[in-house]
């Protein structure tokens, strides 16, 4: 796709968010140029989901791009990103959220980052289910890692084109999300990210909560994989 039309496409997605909602630009699979045409629009929030491709990436581009890492991330390739991520958006075991504390210390850091929440119909989606995360959470464990910041939740909403659906995920998702910060994060105003809604679905996003989607398609075109 031409600068040009990512261009466009970025504001035209961002001049329809609310002023509350954050665009993560997911750049997955694009090129730097791609990258390139955002960020001369002021898009300073990249969403990347394979270690290798964003480690191939970030050299050539510029430095103040924020990385939030969105896809399933193994335990093992953990160490490769965590001298600069931003965000580890979908944190879905306490061994995971554990080895980013590890990392994180190691280069005197402290991540962000989200519990991925399983709520969508698809088997083959990674996350927590609603208790699995209750009982992570209730365990208190995570309560001794200090290199890592529970920032909030994060979900993908089944890939359907029945928005009832998608809009009763979405509330699942943003109700739970009230519940634990009632009882694990009341005094903490960092607690208060919901990332959810992608190309299709983020308008219904941004009317169930959303506080931060994540925007591939539909600013940068198809994938080529
Ligand atoms: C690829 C991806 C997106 C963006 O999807 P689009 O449909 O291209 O907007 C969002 N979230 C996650 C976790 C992804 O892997």
């Known amino acids: 796709m031409s600068a040009e039309a990512i261009r466009s496409n970025l504001l035209r997605v961002r001049n329809s968010l609310p002023p509350d909602v954050r665009l993560v630009a997911v750049s997955k699979y ?28 970030r050299p050539v581009l510029p430095s103040d791009i924020e990385w939030h ?39 005197d850091r402290i991540i962000d980052v989200l519990l991925e929440l399983h709520i969508a119909e698809e088997e083959t989606k990674y996350g927590l289910t609603l208790d699995a995360c209750r009982r992570l959470l209730a365990e208190g464990l995570w309560r001794e890692l200090s290199h890592v910041r529970i920032c909030g939740l994060m979900m993908m909403a089944t ?21 634990v910060k009632a009882t694990y994060f ?5 607690f208060c990210e919901r990332s959810w809604g992608m190309s299709h679905d ?23 994989y």
């Open 202 to 224: 983020y308008p219904i996003a941004c009317q169930c909560g959303s506080t931060m989607v994540r925007v591939g398609t539909t600013i940068f075109g198809e994938r080529s």
């Open 30 to 57: 694009h090129p730097a140029e791609s990258i390139l045409a955002a960020y001369a629009e002021g898009q300073r929030l990249f969403g990347e989901s394979h270690v290798q491709e964003l480690q191939a990436k």
């Open 69 to 107: 890492f969105i896809g399933h991330l193994q335990t093992n390739k953990v160490k490769y990103i965590a001298p600069y991520v931003t965000m580890v958006e979908a944190v879905d075991s306490f061994r995971l959220l554990s080895e980013i504390n590890r990392q994180a210390e190691k280069h």
């Open 159 to 179: 890939y359907t084109d029945d928005e009832e659906q998608i809009r009763t995920e979405m509330t699942t998702a943003w109700h739970f999300f009230d519940e």
């Open 186 to 190: 009341p005094d903490a105003p960092y």
